[in-house]
């Protein structure tokens, strides 16, 4: 995914074959991103989701969108997502909601060598595809943002909280506290909540 910010009318532009959910994105990002306490600069967006001559449907691009505009405008590290497929569909409160596929993605995502980046709820389910992958499941814009400000002022550093085996952290909070460990055990691999 690609995005452009440049100087012309305001405009929010997606393109790449994209169906109404991917076009409606646009409005649940600016949404999110406001509600998140970011603003969208007053130039024009455009952001492409290539292969241009694949269909592109759903509204799992939303998280996709928020996070590639939040590197175009400097809220986020751009280099930090590189190693990450990220899904999730986005409530205007900034909230990730839960999206179908996650398992797939996940399997997808581990067979390149990459991490995952997911909505909270569906975490536990995407953590199925390995035991060692770096699956992020953030209930926020403002808690995944928190843990990549955190990873940056931390280098070499991993900001993540031991994980032991059959265990579940959870953060508490965007300020990074993190609640007790789940109380119940599981033999599924651990996954980082944030």
């Given at each position: 995914m690609q995005v452009q910010i440049a100087p012309g009318a305001v405009a929010f532009t997606i393109v790449g074959l994209p169906d109404k959910a991917v076009a409606e994105s646009r409005e649940r990002v600016r949404s999110a991103l406001i509600a998140s306490g970011l603003a969208l600069p007053a130039k024009r967006i455009t952001c492409n989701l290539a292969p241009a001559d694949l269909p592109k449907e759903g509204s799992h691009y939303d998280l996709p969108i928020a996070l590639a505009v939040m590197g175009a405008i400097g809220a986020l590290p751009a280099?930090?997502?590189?190693?990450?497929?990220?899904?999730?569909?986005?409530?205007?409160?900034?909230?990730?909601?839960?999206?179908?596929?996650?398992?797939?993605?996940?399997?997808?995502?581990?067979?390149?060598?990459?991490?995952?980046?997911?909505?909270?709820?569906?975490?536990?389910?995407?953590?199925?595809?390995?035991?060692?992958?770096?699956v992020l499941a953030p209930r926020s814009l403002i808690q995944l943002a928190n843990h990549f400000r955190v990873a940056r002022s931390w280098p070499g550093r991993s900001p993540r909280w031991p994980r032991p085996p059959g265990r579940c952290r959870i953060c508490a909070t965007s300020k990074g506290r993190r609640a007790p460990s789940a109380p119940w055990r599981s033999p599924r691999p651990a996954v980082t909540i944030c």
């Open positions: 280099d930090a997502l590189g190693g990450y497929c990220v899904l999730g569909e986005l409530a205007l409160d900034g909230s990730i909601t839960a999206v179908a596929g996650v398992l797939p993605a996940a399997m997808a995502a581990n067979g390149q060598g990459l991490g995952l980046i997911c909505p909270a709820a569906t975490g536990p389910e995407a953590a199925w595809a390995a035991g060692d992958m770096d």
